[in-house]
Nanobody, 123 residues
Framework: QVRLVESGGGLVQPGGSLRLSCAAS????????MGWYRQAPGKQRELVAL???????NYAGSVKGRFTISRDNAKNTVYLQMNSLKPEDTAVYSC?????????????????WGRGTQVTVSS
């Protein structure tokens, strides 16, 4: 089993910055892609940014140039640096990971979610 724990959310004024972190723990053998998703009230969850184990990144068009995703493979941690925040960035941000775990019966790959952290951009 893999546990993802996000941190770093909060209240920030428009134009401000926040840095989110997501640490994965458990019987992890390896982690492939890690990503950040967000869901605003009344809206569907959407992909914000994704990063592979090799460092290839992908961003939603609405955050490109303002957000940067990175990861520390040694720490099984993914980060999201958010700059020039806008009120429309307000949402619950959740971490996602494709992780391979070592079990009694061999290796198993599953998709895991964190519980989310609230980001509110408001003056």
């Amino acid at each position: 089993q893999v546990r993802l724990v996000e941190s770093g959310g909060g209240l920030v004024q428009p134009g401000g910055s926040l840095r989110l972190s997501c640490a994965a723990s458990g019987s992890i053998f390896s982690i492939n892609a890690m990503g950040w998703y967000r869901q605003a009230p009344g809206k569907q969850r959407e992909l914000v940014a994704l990063i592979t184990s090799g460092g290839t990144t992908n961003y939603a068009g609405s955050v490109k140039g303002r957000f940067t995703i990175s990861r520390d493979n040694a720490k099984n941690t993914v980060y999201l640096q958010m700059n020039s925040l806008k009120p429309e960035d307000t949402a619950v941000y959740s971490c996602n990971a494709d992780a391979k775990t070592r079990t009694t019966y061999g290796y198993l790959t599953n998709n895991y979610w964190g519980r989310g952290t609230q980001v509110t951009v408001s003056s």
